[in-house]
């Protein structure tokens, strides 16, 4: 399993939002910091293929994902920073309309997507409209539909922004339970989520790469420098803090 970004470069006009960034992700956890504007975005609308890139390949097991098509779309869950849900749809409705534009059957997808709505402990909610949940009940929906397939590439923005520190805490133990055999990208500015959650960290300033490398790499590099955290490392780069 793996997914590969090969100089991916991405333009508006004379604004460069993503210069030659080049990365291969394995099954694992993957963070992806910086902040606002850094080219977080851009590089998951194009890796969804929401995106085209002005220059560069994207591969899946060395395939390039254009000339796979619906077939790589349908590996790929995304899970979107804006709570733009179907307010008057109930849960279960809402999740098996995902399964259909995904192209699933009703039938096909019943069991797995109880399975889901457990593992995101909704169960009790199921039947209620996605209008009357809270704030960190509508993430879980969000993370829910992006699990419909059972995709082995999952990809969220900014998945915890406007959650209470509580809610913060449990959303990160479900993605680390439902992140098992995928490789998972979390993009954030938020520094803090991925201190206990991803097993590598990818910095991005100004759609280039700043520094990467697993916790345990980073700590030992920055070490000398007085970082023994993810936001002390964040600030030596010279990055924001949030």
């Not at 096909?108 to 169960?123: G, M, P, R, T």
């Not at 520094?211 to 010279?238: C, F, N, P, R, W």
Request: without cysteine; hydrophobic residues 40%; glycine residues 10%.
């Amino acid at each position: 399993m793996r997914l590969e970004a090969k100089e991916l470069t991405k333009e508006y006009g004379k604004k460069r939002a993503l210069d030659t960034f080049s990365y291969t992700f394995h099954e694992g956890i993957y963070g992806l910091l910086g902040p606002n504007g850094a080219g977080k975005s851009t590089l998951m609308g194009i890796l969804t293929t929401g995106l085209k890139a002005t220059s560069g390949k994207v591969y899946w097991d060395d395939k390039d994902i254009a000339s796979i098509g619906k077939n790589y779309r349908g590996l790929v869950g995304f899970m979107p920073q804006q709570q733009r849900i179907y307010e008057d749809f109930t849960l279960v409705r809402f999740l098996y309309y995902i399964a259909a534009l995904k192209g699933k059957k009703k039938q096909e997808v019943a069991e797995e997507i109880d399975d889901i709505i457990h593992s995101v402990n909704l169960w009790e909610v199921r039947n209620d409209t996605i209008g009357t949940f809270s704030g960190g009940m509508k993430q879980r929906t969000l993370l829910a539909q992006s699990l419909v397939g059972n995709p082995s590439i999952l990809i969220m923005d900014e998945p915890t922004v406007g959650l209470d520190p509580k809610e913060r805490v449990h959303f990160r133990e479900l993605v680390s339970k439902v992140a098992q055999n995928k490789i998972v990208i979390i993009a954030t500015h938020i520094v803090s989520d991925l201190e206990k959650l991803a097993s590598e960290i990818i910095f991005l300033n100004h759609g280039k790469i700043v520094e990467s490398g697993t916790l345990d790499v980073l700590y030992e590099k920055y070490s000398s420098q007085g970082a023994s955290s993810v936001e002390e490392i964040y600030m030596s780069l010279g990055m924001e803090s949030k």
